[in-house]
């Protein structure tokens, strides 16, 4: 345990960011162990686009009706169009749309 | 992957990604006025809330901080829940590997320091489709940590006053922009067999799992399927 009071709150929050830094620098520096073939490449690309879905998973779980009918219309429009802005903007105003009405 | 050239990290590429995600960190300004209101409600001081939300740089996890703030904090406990939640760029980190390692190691880790969500989605895409360049990471993570900073800022000093940012969607912000990013990229059966394991693993994770493992997960699961399941000709 230690004491918020003065120094204390400083230290825990340069600890809470020198975690943080080392695991923004750690990916980067465990593969440069690794040696990188066919297999690591494959895995690399494979976690690539699930770290995406991943993020997305609670996201849409936990959003309302005006949430998930956001991401149908970028999904909708990603496909139609396949711009990210556009696609993000609608989703986006389809959503505050939705809640106005 | 397709390249042998270091990708560009210039000025100019850095201008383009901070004004391409400036717009996108309206997501993070609402989340960082959140922090900041929930951090002045906690009892934090506010030099100390500043120098959390410019240092750690992390919502989630500064978050959690919260929850174990007191008169006195649990250090240990504090650090393993902030790598746990943070683990993630572990992943994000390394997915861009293969391009960072042909930049000088300076400029490589120098370019990953403010590494997050938002820009990582964006330059893991720019790379993938063969703009070779590092502006999204780079410019694109100093829009997002300028916005966290600013919206912290408003969140101490205005705190309630602020509306509601669900009514104009906010919330959804970071969501639809995960998945336009999901859906830009190059669509295999592979990488589709890999989002399909990637999204079960996270969810079995959110089910079964501690909190906040699930994007590690999902991760790994899509990793093991990209690692089994190789291109022809790759």
Redesign the interface.
Known sequence: ?????GA???L??????L???L??????F???LIP?N????????????????????????Q?DT??RL??LA??GL??WL?K??P??AL??????LY??V | MSTTVAPALSFVECRRGFWRLLPLSLFVAAFGAAFGLAAVQTGLQPVEIVLMSATVFAGTAQFAALDLWGAQVPLVPLLVTTLAINARMLLMGATLYPWLALVPPRRRYASLITLSDANWAMALNDLQSGRNTLGALVGGGLAIWLTWLAGTLAGMVFGGLIADPRAFGVDMVLGCFMLSMALAGRRTLRTVAAWIAGGLAAWAALHWLPANTHVVAGGLAGGLVGALWLERGQ
């Open positions: 345990m230690i004491s918020t009071s204390g709150a400083l825990i929050i340069a600890c809470m960011a975690v943080t830094l695991v923004r620098f750690g990916g980067v465990i593969m440069g990188l066919r297999r690591v490449e494959g895995f690399i690309n494979g976690m690539a686009g699930s770290v995406l879905i991943a993020v997305l998973v609670p996201i849409a779980l959003a005006a949430g956001a991401l970028t999904a990603m496909f396949r990210p802005m696609a993000i989703g986006i105003a389809g959503a505050a809640r106005a």
